[in-house]
């Protein structure tokens, strides 16, 4: 799970400090499975009873959060992309 929450910033950070708007938007995508991922670890955590339902909660919500504002980040950097058309939504 720290391997996952760690990485989160690492991938925004690295693909910051790219030389394209592409490299930066892929690094983000990184970090977006990233979430994804840290959001299973806790999902299973809860399963296995080592954390509760609150604790639970809390961390998820935050990691929505999370999700949305890198999403809405890579949604406005690809408007700024050469022949952009707009994103389709995720369902």
């Not at 030389?19 to 979430?35: C, D, N, R, V």
């Not at 299973?44 to 959060?65: H, R, V």
Request: proline share 5%.
């Amino acid at each position: 799970m720290q391997r996952a929450a760690y990485s989160i910033p690492m991938n925004i950070a690295e693909g910051s400090a790219r030389s394209t708007l592409k490299e930066y938007i892929h690094f983000l995508h990184i970090a977006l499975g990233s979430i994804a991922e840290l959001d299973t670890q806790l999902i299973i955590s809860k399963n296995l009873n080592f954390i509760d339902d609150q604790a639970m909660l809390k961390l998820s919500n935050e990691l929505m959060e999370l999700s949305k504002m890198t999403s809405s980040l890579v949604r406005n950097l690809e408007t700024r992309l050469p022949n952009s058309k707009p994103a389709t939504p995720n369902p």
